[in-house]
Nanobody
Framework: QVQLVESGGGLVQPGGSLRLSCAAS????????VGWYRQAPGKQRELVAT???????NYTDSLKGRFTISRDKVKKTVYLQMNSLKSEDTAVYFCNRPSRASAGYWGQGTQVTVSS
């Protein structure tokens, strides 16, 4: 089994950047597709981006160009680089495997707050 733990959130100003990390433990991490999700206050949780075991990526259209997902298989870590942050990006960000997300299993997430 693989466990994913996200970190790197914090308070940033509009237009700023932040890099989130998703550290994996357990077996065969490299075989899994991993996604970043977020949930803003009063909003439904949404998928931000995914990256497959081969490095193929997919993004929510509205975020493509500002956010970049990447994977380091040696470090067993998936990253989410967030640039040109807006107040609407404020949310709790989660990393997860799609299968676990569909089953309703989530970690604690990491808070990202974009504010002046």
């Amino acid at each position: 089994q693989v466990q994913l733990v996200e970190s790197g959130g914090g308070l940033v100003q509009p237009g700023g950047s932040l890099r989130l990390s998703c550290a994996a433990s357990g077996r065969i991490f490299s075989l899994y597709t991993v996604g970043w999700y977020r949930q803003a206050p009063g909003k439904q949780r949404e998928l931000v981006a995914t990256i497959t075991s081969t490095g193929s990526t997919n993004y929510t259209d509205s975020l493509k160009g500002r956010f970049t997902i990447s994977r380091d298989k040696v470090k067993k870590t998936v990253y989410l680089q967030m640039n040109s942050l807006k107040s609407e990006d404020t949310a709790v960000y989660f990393c997860n495997r799609p299968s676990r997300a569909s089953a309703g299993y989530w970690g604690q997430g990491t808070q990202v707050t974009v504010s002046s």
